[in-house]
Each structure stands twice: as structure tokens, then as C-alpha cells.
């Protein structure tokens, strides 16, 4: 158990729907990271939280959205979902967020879009 | 820019025989450089990393993983394949910009 979680595990949903996809990192980890996982496209990073503030934006699309809370948890909002949004997303916590720093994955939520 | 290529998809090994996953990089700058592990149904797990210090970095279950910047290749061995260590294997490379690039993975099969 690597200490973040993330809800819900499973999400069925249509096309066009919106959802919220929600991470709390490890306690003490400043820095919250979120992952998409595809068959297609693979591991690709999508956004870096620390400490509340935006830090590094990958693949993100314009669609989605997240922040992170006072109390550091996070959320990544999905709007406007495509079939292929369906995918396994990954939250990760690191301490600092700097790039020396090992992240801490959570057990992901499944996303399956109909 | 930073990229990771994993140059097998699938490996399949007996047990108790040694294992080797290949990783090439690039990158601009100098790297840190991960092996991650994913079980079935599970989160991704930090094997090991290499942050500039030793070249040759151990890491958990009896993984390692030599940093060799001439060949700009870090690969990740084990002596002794054991059944729980069939799983899926992610190369990492961050740069100076925080992001971690991941492999396309390399998915481990243990034959007993």
C-alpha cells in the first residue's frame, strides 16, 4: 500500500458525460501528480500539482482539468468524454516534487466510457 | 526534450534464471533515470533510481540497474527470476522539467 488513494476504483459513464476523479496523496507529500494509461498511448503524464499551485502540464487535454485543494488533495475533472477518454488514471504524491523524487502511485480508477 | 525507449515488449524467462530489461534514453539534460514495477490490477512501484551518484544502483527484490552514459542506456537485471516478479516494467526519465517520460513498458513472463 503506497499510502495515496484514490476514488472511485471503477467509473462507468457515456459519451459527453462530465466526471471528477479525486487523490490524497501520502501525508506529507507537497506535490500530486496525475497519469492517464491507455492501450494505445501508453503511460503519458497529465499535470503537476504542488503545494495548490499548477508546476508542469504534459499531455493534458483542454477538456480536463484538475486542482489541488489547501488540504492537498486533488482532483481531475473530465468533461465532454470520448470514448477514447476510456483509460486507467493514475494518481502519484511526491514530497517536493522535485525530480529526484520518488513518486508514490495510487491504485488508479478505471474509467470506461460507453 | 527526454524519451525512453524499451527495447523488448515481452520477456520471458525460467525461473531462477537471470533477467535483463533494456532502456535507451535521450535527453538534453542530465536525467534521472527510474525503473518502475506494475503487478496485475495495481498501481505502479519504484524498483530503483539513478540520480547521479553511483553508476550502478540496487534497488528492491534483488533488482539493479547500470547507468551508462556513453551508451545512453540504462538497463535493469536480476540474477534470479522468481514467479512474483511476472509483471509489467516502466523505463522512467525526468528532466529539468519535473516531467517523468515514460517507456511503452516491457511485460515479464516467469516460466516455472
Known amino acids: 500500500d503506497s499510502g495515496v488513494t484514490q476514488t472511485p476504483k471503477h467509473l462507468i459513464t457515456a459519451t459527453g458525460q462530465r466526471v471528477t476523479l479525486r487523490c490524497s496523496p501520502r501525508s506529507g507529500d507537497l506535490s500530486v501528480y496525475w497519469y492517464q494509461q491507455s492501450l494505445d498511448q501508453g503511460l503519458q503524464f497529465l499535470i503537476q500539482?504542488?503545494?495548490?499551485?499548477?508546476?508542469a502540464k504534459g499531455n493534458i487535454l483542454e477538456r480536463f482539468s484538475a486542482q489541488q485543494f489547501p488540504d492537498l488533495h486533488s482532483e481531475l475533472n473530465l468533461s465532454s468524454l470520448e470514448l477514447g477518454d476510456s483509460a486507467l488514471y493514475f494518481c502519484?504524491?511526491?514530497?517536493?516534487?522535485?525530480?529526484?523524487?520518488?513518486?508514490?502511485f495510487g491504485p488508479g480508477t478505471r474509467l470506461t466510457v460507453l | 526534450a527526454q524519451s525512453v525507449t524499451q527495447l523488448d515488449s515481452h520477456v520471458s524467462v525460467s525461473e531462477g534464471t537471470p533477467v535483463l530489461l533494456r532502456c535507451n534514453y535521450s535527453?538534453?539534460?542530465?536525467?534521472?533515470l527510474f525503473w518502475y514495477v506494475q503487478h496485475p490490477n495495481k498501481g505502479l512501484q519504484l524498483l530503483l533510481k539513478?540520480?547521479?551518484?553511483?553508476?550502478l544502483v540496487k534497488g528492491i527484490n534483488g533488482f539493479e540497474a547500470e547507468f551508462k552514459k556513453s551508451e545512453t542506456s540504462f538497463h535493469l537485471t536480476k540474477p534470479s527470476a522468481h514467479m512474483s516478479d511476472a509483471a509489467e516494467y516502466f523505463c522512467?526519465?525526468?528532466?529539468?522539467?519535473?516531467?517523468?517520460?515514460f517507456g511503452a513498458g516491457t511485460t515479464v513472463t516467469v516460466r516455472a
Open positions: 500539482y504542488y503545494n495548490g499551485e499548477e508546476r
Open positions: 535527453s538534453s539534460y542530465s536525467p534521472s
Open positions: 539513478y540520480t547521479s551518484a553511483a553508476t
Open positions: 502519484a504524491s511526491s514530497v517536493t516534487g522535485g525530480r529526484f523524487n520518488e513518486q508514490f
Open positions: 522512467v526519465v525526468s528532466d529539468r522539467d519535473y516531467k517523468l517520460s
